[in-house]
């Protein structure tokens, strides 16, 4: 099974990619974290794209494409692969379209989670932390038990991400919308394209997504 999960930032992507593991043996293939994984390592694709971003440009299609290629040969052909984050070109959709024949591979499923943008800013922008044991908190949704107190370790500080904010959310998700339109009505007319509602909870997701992939 080889699937693409689209869905902007704080959709639930990373969450139900993850359960997507758990559940059906697949293998996450995020290409930011595979990037930075491969600068680490010092591998020859890494070195390149290391090279790539130490000049202030981006990686170019060919870089990651190879990066995939490389991954989907690491991890053999029993294992099925999620797509995160890639394609998000026509280009990088041809790309993939012939790195999966390479590999005997077929697409399976292009699976969009659906979001209502104003809920989302709301979801996101309430989202705070323990600062001690990071425990997840929310003003509307899960507020402590204790006011001002984690429930978890009984810490009392606590922290929000910068970028946690209504002004950021708006930008993400019309970047998302930019990104991600062009390619959707080609595999819309190969018959690819599912949505499931992002907005639900994470256990109706999830259920959701199993029922596609079952």
């Known amino acids: ?3 693409i999960l689209l869905g902007p930032p704080g959709a639930g ?3 139900q990619s993850q359960r997507l593991v758990e559940h059906h043996g697949m293998r996450q293939l995020s290409t930011g974290d595979m990037l930075r994984a491969a600068v680490k390592a010092g591998t020859p ?13 981006l990686v170019s299609d060919a870089i990651v494409s190879e990066l995939i290629d490389a991954e ?3 991890m053999g052909s029993d294992v099925g692969a999620i797509f995160d984050g890639y394609p998000r070109t026509a280009a990088q959709v041809e790309a993939l379209d012939e790195i999966l024949a390479r590999h005997g591979r077929d697409l399976d499923h292009v699976i969009e ?3 209502d943008e104003d809920a989302l800013v709301e979801r996101i922008s309430g989202r705070y932390s323990c600062a001690n044991c990071g425990a997840n908190y929310h003003d509307v949704f899960n507020q402590p038990v204790r006011n001002g ?3 978890k370790c009984g810490a009392h500080e606590f922290k929000r991400r910068p970028d946690d904010n209504e002004e950021t959310v708006r930008t993400r998700m019309r970047e998302y919308r930019a990104k991600t ?14 949505r499931v509602d992002g907005m639900a909870s994470i256990k109706e997701v999830t259920a959701a997504l199993d029922d596609l992939l079952n």
């Open 72 to 74: 989907l040969t690491a």
């Open 181 to 194: 339109t062009p390619i959707l009505p080609g595999y819309e007319s190969r018959g690819l394209v599912s």
């Open 113 to 115: 989670l659906e979001v």
């Open 149 to 151: 107190t984690c429930d």
């Open 1 to 3: 099974m080889n699937i």
């Open 45 to 57: 694709i890494g070195l390149k794209a290391k090279a790539v971003m130490e000049r202030g440009e």
């Open 13 to 15: 992507k990373g969450t």
